[in-house]
């Protein structure tokens, strides 16, 4: 079948007709306005030849006058990939010959650099495209356009957006002119080329297209000169954000974005996001919360593998609310303003009970307060035994990590890699909170004691250059490899990241102190939270690529040990600077400004252990997770070991019960990039 006429086009027949000419057909089949037409299929593309008898047919049928020609390839308009503009239109056709010769021009837009590479990029099967070609009859427009059904910018659903200019839409869609913009949010519009009633007329039709797809559109459209909307194509609104998953919770809801904060610039993997959620339930036990599964449903949200905290709770609780935007302050000043409008908007008013019963709280309370209270006065009192204590953790949690000796069935090894974390809060890392508050109330005190002497920032100085920070020691240490590696300084800034680290772990390199390094940090990675993401000490690219860097410093002064020495010399002689000024008018304040400064020192360090100790354990588990993998893999059941990081831990357990899991898999590595 070569051609067909739009009328007779659905959904279903996408391969015969491509992704555009599809949802014309459906269009049509919804009663919406749309211009006569028909579609050139990919049985005539793959013929390799146009069905001029066919063609010239349909083209009479429709009045042999104007036409716009239009590609309609098989992976284009789809739900999750727009491929807007990768293939060819033409407009103001007109005669069979001058007809023959833009569908021709359109199949070979298929094949154009940026068009492969496009998809390419959406790991679209090369050798399942074809290109069918539509041609409708022509509009003469006196405006034309796009509608997005949903607001692009700010991706509120419900609010629909126009761009629109005189004549041809052209220029809307290829950004070569000025256009008329409007926002549908109930404003009355009175400018431009668009009347308020033809803004109205194109939001019900965006609603009904919306409605009968599913999801938000991106509409072209033309009013004619005797003002008739006419609906030229709409497709899915591929760049949205997407909305949080439905869970049957009081709304509206404010949601925190956590993961870029902890190096997590794209998706978690099912994996990764299913430890998250399962650690953070196993902390809520360790410290008396009831129901702690529950509650993590209700405090955490996996967005398409974004990490969200729901702060909607936080925010109705009435003595909570007035500390949450300073409690933001560390996110920056456009999450600290967006929470005071939140906490402006009368929906999010107090609720009694939020987030926590007292009675939840007064558990958590007895069951943290002490050992956190007297772990602060006792770190304030002997902080170099706060330290040690504090430190000692690196070592139990490496103990704490090591499997049990003898053969492990995969259910072993999931229920080992699951329980690894649960040990080292209930006895340890919970124990490692009264240094940490030590240190942050030694930074926040003198802030109050010297108000009036000393500007928050002149006090905050002195913490630069704060020693015992296991990220700065890691910092610094890699720097001493990097001075190691100058005698080779050749090898390691013309060679690439990627080959060094296959080198590295063929033992094809010079020593520098590397595997000394690995030992200590190579637990430590980019999206390090993550199970389901190799840290360093599987992939060290990224660390040759910091060496490299490092070997590019050639001012001695901009090392980062003389740095790290020059900040800490400058915070020590701000605080003499401080307490002598304020002894001046007054000393007892002056003296015990002075004392919590050089705690902070001593302490404030501290604050990034516990997760550094934390990320310990969470390797050993992804090391299980893979020998589980590779068992499943030998089985059958997953096509790589590496295919278990795209499962979640209850379908892993699916897997290891025989579960054949990798239709599943597959799908979710397509929409990981």
């Keep these: 079948m070569n051609v067909i006429g739009l009328e007779g086009v659905d959904a279903g027949m996408i391969e015969l007709v491509g992704g555009k000419a599809a949802g014309l057909g459906e ?113 003469q427009p006196s405006a034309a356009g796009v509608l997005f059904t949903a607001n692009p910018i700010t991706g509120t659903r419900g609010e629909g957006v126009v761009d629109a200019t005189p004549g041809l839409g052209t220029a809307v869609v290829d950004g070569s002119a000025d256009t008329d913009h409007y926002v549908l949010d109930g404003t009355v519009h009175d400018h431009g080329c668009l009347t308020q009633a033809r803004l109205d007329e194109l939001g019900a039709a965006g609603r ?169 006065v006792s770190s304030l009192i002997w902080p170099r035994a706060a330290r040690g204590r504090a430190f000692g953790l690196i070592g139990l949690a490496r103990r704490a990590s090591k499997p049990p000796a003898g053969e492990l069935t995969t259910q072993q090894r999931l229920r080992f890699a ?119 000490g599987e992939d060290p690219a990224p660390v040759f690529a910091t060496i490299a860097n490092y070997l590019r410093v050639t001012d001695p002064d901009q090392a980062p040990d003389r740095r790290f020495e020059r900040a800490g010399r400058e915070a020590e002689a701000k605080i003499h600077e401080l307490v002598r000024r304020a002894r001046r008018t007054r000393p007892v304040r002056a003296a015990l400004a002075g004392f919590f400064m050089r705690r902070a020192r001593q302490l404030a360090g501290l604050r990034e252990l516990p997760k550094f100790v934390w990320l310990i354990p969470l390797v050993e588990m992804r090391r299980q997770l893979l020998l589980v993998g590779a068992d499943l893999a030998g089985r059958g059941l997953l096509e790589s070991a590496g295919d278990i990081m795209f499962l979640r831990l209850p379908e892993a357990h699916s897997a290891a019960g025989g579960a054949d899991l990798r239709e599943l898999v597959a799908e979710r590595r397509r929409t990981y990039r």
């Design 208 to 376: 009904r297209l919306e409605r009968h797809f599913g999801a938000p559109q991106d509409v072209e459209f033309a009013f004619d000169h005797d003002g008739t909307l006419w609906l030229l194509q709409s497709r899915a609104i591929t760049t949205l954000f997407p909305l949080p998953p439905e869970r049957g919770l009081r709304q509206p809801r404010v949601y925190l974005e956590l993961g870029h904060m902890q190096g997590l610039l794209r998706p978690a993997t099912p994996m990764g996001m299913s430890a998250l959620f399962l650690v953070t339930r196993q902390w809520m036990d360790s410290v008396g919360v009831r129901d702690a599964g529950d509650r993590v449903r209700e405090l955490m949200v996996d967005v398409d593998g974004h990490f969200y905290v729901d702060l909607t709770a936080f925010a109705r609780n009435a003595k909570i609310r007035r500390r949450l935007p300073a409690g933001l302050e560390v996110y920056g000043p456009r999450v600290t303003k967006a929470m005071e409008h939140v906490l402006a908007d009368p929906r999010f008013a107090p609720v009694p009970g939020q987030p926590y019963r007292n009675s939840t709280m007064l558990r958590i309370g007895a069951k943290l307060g002490p050992a956190i209270v007297a772990g602060l």
């Design 27 to 139: 269009m049509i089949r919804a009663g919406e306005r749309v211009p006569d037409g028909f579609v050139v299929t990919t049985e005539a593309y793959r013929s390799g030849a146009v069905p001029g008898s066919e063609v010239g047919k349909a083209y009479e049928r429709l009045g042999a006058g104007p036409v716009a020609v239009r590609s309609s390839a098989t992976a284009e308009d789809l739900p999750e990939a727009s491929f807007a503009g990768q293939q060819d239109t033409y407009l103001q056709v007109e005669g069979a010959a001058e007809l023959e010769e833009a569908i021709g021009r359109c199949w070979a837009s298929l094949d154009t650099e940026r068009a492969i590479a496009y998809r390419a990029a959406h790991d679209v099967d090369e050798s399942a495209v074809a290109m069918a070609v539509v041609v409708q009859r022509m509009v």
């Design 418 to 536: 699951e329980d690894l974390q649960r040990s080292l809060f209930a006895r340890d890392l919970n124990r490692a909170m009264g240094p940490l508050f030590a240190g942050m109330l030694a930074r926040q005190v003198p802030v109050a004691l010297l108000k009036g002497v000393a500007s928050r920032d002149e006090v905050e100085s002195t913490t630069r250059g704060l020693p015992y920070n296991v990220t700065t020691d890691m910092d610094l240490r890699l720097w001493q490899v990097a001075v190691r590696a100058r005698e080779h300084r050749a090898l390691f800034l013309d060679t690439p990241p990627r080959e060094l680290a296959d080198r590295y772990l063929d033992g094809a390199l010079p020593d520098i102190g590397l595997a000394a390094f690995l030992g200590r940090y190579g637990h430590r990675g980019a999206a390090e939270i993550d199970v389901g993401v190799p840290h360093w």
